[in-house]
């Protein structure tokens, strides 16, 4: 099947440095990944559109905070989404972090067969991660929603009464009217992921 490995003008710069081992991975993930369930089948165009260019716009934001140097954690990265095509871009250290054993042993695979620097697959639970780590940044793809995130950090926070200084890129749909709070900065950002469909992605300060 053909498709066209377009992605809008702010990311050109990613497409231009990375293309091959950017379609590389669409390769795995079309041919691997849907085998081994890592992903349903779909079409080729989605698979670049809605993983790999949407994946790429979190590295975006993370480089316009100017916070690249920080550890990247991948919560629930399932086929490697949005965690692999960061770490084919960033030469930011990026954790795939998954609860399932089968597809940390098929994201092992993945990163030795694409020979991707700096990323490692860690089987862990995600919610269990999020209370030890800090200055970290999380992004979360169709895992956990912003909402049920702040939920679970904040009783964290209260228990540890500790500052944690974490930032979240959480995957949402639509707008959403979630509330900055004295814990909690809450911004969203509206992003084109090919000419006509835009995305958000919420993005999770905590203070
Ligand atoms: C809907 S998939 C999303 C996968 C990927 N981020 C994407 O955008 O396609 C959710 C993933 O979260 C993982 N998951 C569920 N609960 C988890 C937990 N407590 N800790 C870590 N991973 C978890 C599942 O195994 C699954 O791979």
């Known amino acids: 099947m053909t498709y066209n490995p377009q992605i809008p003008k ?42 790999i260019v949407h994946s790429l716009y979190f590295y975006k934001i993370i480089e316009d ?5 920080s550890s990247i954690f991948d919560l629930g990265t399932g086929g490697g989404i949005p965690g ?5 871009v960033s030469s930011t250290k990026v954790v795939l972090v998954d609860n399932k054993k089968s597809r940390i042993f098929e994201l092992d ?3 030795k067969i694409l020979k991707i620097e700096g990323v490692a ?9 999020i209370k030890t780590k ?13 909402s049920s ?28 009217n979630i509330k900055t ?3 909690f900065h809450v911004k969203q950002e509206k992003f084109l992921i090919n000419k006509n469909d835009y995305r958000f992605i919420d993005v999770i300060t905590s203070m």
């Open 121 to 129: 697959a860690k089987e862990k639970n995600a919610i269990e991660l």
């Open 84 to 88: 692999v095509p960061i770490s084919i």
């Open 109 to 111: 695979r993945l990163i």
């Open 10 to 51: 702010w990311g050109e710069k990613y497409l231009e440095e990375k293309k091959e081992k950017l379609v590389n991975y669409h390769k795995w993930l079309s041919t691997t990944g849907n085998k081994t369930g890592l992903i349903s089948q779909k079409t080729d165009q989605y698979i670049w559109d809605e993983f």
């Open 181 to 183: 709070d004295k814990m």
């Open 134 to 146: 800090e200055n970290a940044i999380f992004t979360l793809r169709c895992y956990l929603s912003t």
């Open 65 to 69: 905070l100017g916070v690249e140097k």
């Open 149 to 176: 995130l702040i939920k679970e950090t904040k009783k964290t926070l209260k228990k540890s009464k500790k500052l944690n200084k974490n930032i979240y890129l959480v995957s949402s749909n639509k707008k959403n």
